[in-house]
């Protein structure tokens, strides 16, 4: 499996199975999100679904949001709960499918089943308890009539194949309830010398518009957020609540439900490469400023380069000189103004600057006195500011994640 920002699969696993084994063993330990019956009261639960909840189980709640709130349970439901944790969630959906449902509760983490398992051990005996992996789920194409899930998805490396693995298992029309840190803006710098940084969960976090067209791309429909909240305002963590704050992370609550096939492939594609996508995408990662110098660039030289070619083929084309100009200069224009946007992250006028005289260079000799040197020298300004504009993205990035250095709340 590939790596995610920088983290192999292995350790990212290791990293959940440290934490929550923390949150299971020692859940008076000091951890950067908030836990136990103080976050099911910030969360909403209601305090007849808290009360039932026995201490132990209660103490190592780490859930970021309710997913109860999007009401997809049925009495008579066989439910399964991901990334269960101690099992709040799973001994709350117990009570809503009643003794003619069945919960299975599944979670990576040992510490975590070991724990559930002992407080639901007789007195609760439609739960049952496994340890496996989201991504892998050991239960039979459509044998589930509702998930639940509540912080899980965020720490999975591979979230499409875990969302698959959902639709694979859910019966058709089968609901999901799911509760998940999402983000603003992705993460885009090597986070491996730092693993607890996934396992806080922001980093793990996916876009929230990429989070629903996931939904989508897998088979799910009527996915509608019920609620969002500012989880991390409530961390103990200083921290914490500055890095959630810059990239935006919240938390959502969401209901959807199981079409009844999964969309082709052919559509799966179509829609991952739509444009709209695309260009949401480099915005949010800071690559519009050298996706638009590249475009200004294959219009001035691809296009020159694509006539030359065609009159040796024998198929003569000439273009037309103030459309060709105008393309060249519109997509310059673009790059420089998306360039100029990074001043608001890492607050350096450098690449604005060479954008802009890159710019001028580039227009002066496309519309006032054409100069091939001129032209080429104001692409090599743009081409600096634009690397420059990145780099100082990246290390502003780095620099708020603490990387290098990360200090202690
Ligand atoms: C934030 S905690 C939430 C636990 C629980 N849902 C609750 O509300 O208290 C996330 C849980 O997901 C589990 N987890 C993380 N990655 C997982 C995976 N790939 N498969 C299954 N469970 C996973 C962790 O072990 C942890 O118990």
Redo the contacts with the bound molecule.
């Keep these: 499996m590939v790596a995610v920002l920088g983290y192999s699969p292995q350790q990212?696993?290791d990293a959940?199975?440290d934490?929550?084994t923390a949150?299971?063993d020692r859940p008076d330990t000091h951890f950067h999100?908030p836990?136990g019956r103080q976050a099911l009261r910030f969360l909403d639960y209601s305090a007849s679904d808290a009360d039932l909840l026995p201490e132990g189980v209660a103490e190592?709640?780490?859930?970021?949001g309710n997913p109860f709130m999007a009401q997809a349970l049925n009495r008579g439901d066989t439910s399964l709960?991901?990334?269960?944790?101690?099992?709040?969630?799973s001994l709350i959906a117990a009570s809503r499918v009643g003794s003619d449902g069945q919960v299975i509760a599944?979670?990576?983490?040992a510490a975590?089943t070991r724990k559930l398992q002992y407080h639901a051990e007789g007195r609760y005996p439609n739960v049952k308890v496994i340890q496996?992996?989201?991504?892998h789920l050991p239960l039979a194409n459509e044998s589930i009539d509702s998930i639940?899930?509540?912080?899980?998805l965020?720490?999975?490396?591979d979230k499409r194949l875990?969302i698959r693995e959902m639709f694979r298992v859910l019966r058709p029309g089968g609901r999901l309830q799911l509760?998940d840190v999402v983000i603003n803006r992705p993460v885009n710098v090597n986070c491996d010398s730092d693993p607890r940084l996934w396992v806080e969960?922001v980093v793990g976090a996916t876009v929230e518009d990429s989070l629903l067209a996931m939904l989508g791309d897998a088979g799910f429909e009527n996915v509608r957020i019920v609620r969002r909240l500012d989880y991390f305002a409530q961390s103990p963590s200083k921290q914490t609540r500055e890095i959630a704050q810059s990239f935006g992370a919240h938390s959502i609550e969401l209901s959807a439900r199981r079409a009844g096939q999964a969309p082709p492939w052919w559509q799966r594609w179509l829609r991952r490469c739509h444009p709209r996508r695309w260009v949401a995408d480099l915005h949010r990662r800071g690559f519009l400023g050298v996706a638009t110098l590249i475009l200004a660039l294959v219009s001035c030289y691809g296009a020159l380069i694509a006539v030359g070619i065609l009159a040796a083929l024998g198929a003569g084309m000439s273009l037309h000189p103030g459309l060709w100009a105008g393309t060249i200069a519109m997509f310059t224009l673009l790059a420089t103004v998306f360039i100029a946007t990074g001043f608001r992250r890492h607050r350096s006028a450098l690449p604005a600057v060479l954008g802009a005289i890159g710019s001028t260079l580039v227009l002066y000799a496309l519309f006032i006195d054409y100069n091939v040197i001129t032209e080429f020298t104001g692409f090599v300004f743009l081409a600096g500011a634009a690397g420059r504009d990145l780099y100082l993205r990246r290390r502003e990035e780095a620099a708020r994640l603490g990387l290098g250095g990360r200090s202690q709340p």
């Design positions: 990212i696993t959940v199975q934490m929550y949150v299971a999100f836990v190592s709640f780490a859930g970021v709960d991901i990334g269960a944790g101690a099992g709040n969630d599944l979670d990576l983490t975590m496996a992996s989201a991504e639940t899930s509540n912080g899980a965020n720490l999975v490396p875990a509760a969960c």
